[in-house]
């Protein structure tokens, strides 16, 4: 299967900095790439849809301006968490996928678990 | 929007013994995917299924896309086999996008 990883792995971070989290696919171009969130003991939450060279779409309740996303690549995509709270503390996981690819299969990173302190 | 359940929410099961967890979906489906979170977080793909049966090893999965439901065997579970198991589905003539189940949360004891 196709590889897609994630950086940083783990990250804490103080109340109001920002975090950028990187998403790459190492072994495929990625036309689309999705951003999730999983709180503990809870399933994944879709945050946001890109596309390479387009704005991102984001899910109702999803603040734009708080999750800036950027698919620049075809093989990158970032999200940061700009002014971060202790209730953006969570597991932040990406997924990337081929439009070439006929079955639309979706590819995992391993995630990041941000802690703001 | 599209509901996707799954059944039981918790397994807790001796090594060496099969179980069968199950995903309904409320609506039609171009896609459906099987996927087994370890206890690290990463999300390993198990099976594309939007219909029909597939089998990997001591896995298989069935989807009954007229009956909007899937099934996920394992046989002869071992406690590496632990872990959460989530359906996820792509509704039809939707952005493409998964939604997920709620997962199974499966425990095989030694």
């Known amino acids: 299967g196709a590889v897609v990883s994630q950086h940083p792995s783990r990250v804490i971070c103080k109340s109001g900095t920002s975090v950028k989290i990187e998403c790459r696919s190492l072994d495929f171009q990625a036309t689309t790439m999705f951003w999730y969130r999983q709180f503990p003991k809870q399933s994944l939450m879709l945050m946001a849809t890109?596309?390479?060279?387009?704005?991102?779409?984001?899910e109702q309740g999803v603040e734009k301006d708080k999750f800036l996303i950027n698919h620049a690549s075809l093989t990158l995509s970032t999200l940061t968490v700009t002014s971060a709270h202790p209730e953006d503390s969570s597991f932040y996981i990406c997924s990337a996928r081929s439009d070439r690819d006929a079955d639309n299969e979706q590819f995992f990173g391993p995630g990041t678990r941000l802690t703001v302190l | 929007g599209i509901q996707v359940e799954q059944s039981p929410p918790d397994l807790i099961l001796q090594e060496g013994a099969n179980s069968t967890l199950r995903c309904n979906f409320s609506d039609s489906v171009n896609n459906l995917q099987w996927f087994h979170q370890n206890p690290w977080g990463q999300l390993i793909n198990l099976f594309y299924i939007p219909s029909g049966t597939k089998q990997n090893g001591r896995l298989s999965a069935t989807t009954v896309a007229t009956e909007r439901y899937s099934l996920l065997y394992i046989s002869s579970s071992q406690t590496t086999d632990s872990g959460v198991y989530f359906c996820a589905v792509v509704l039809s003539g939707s952005a493409r996008q998964l939604t997920f189940g709620s997962g199974t949360q499966l425990t095989v004891l030694p």
């Open positions: 890109s596309n390479e060279g387009s704005k991102a779409t984001y």
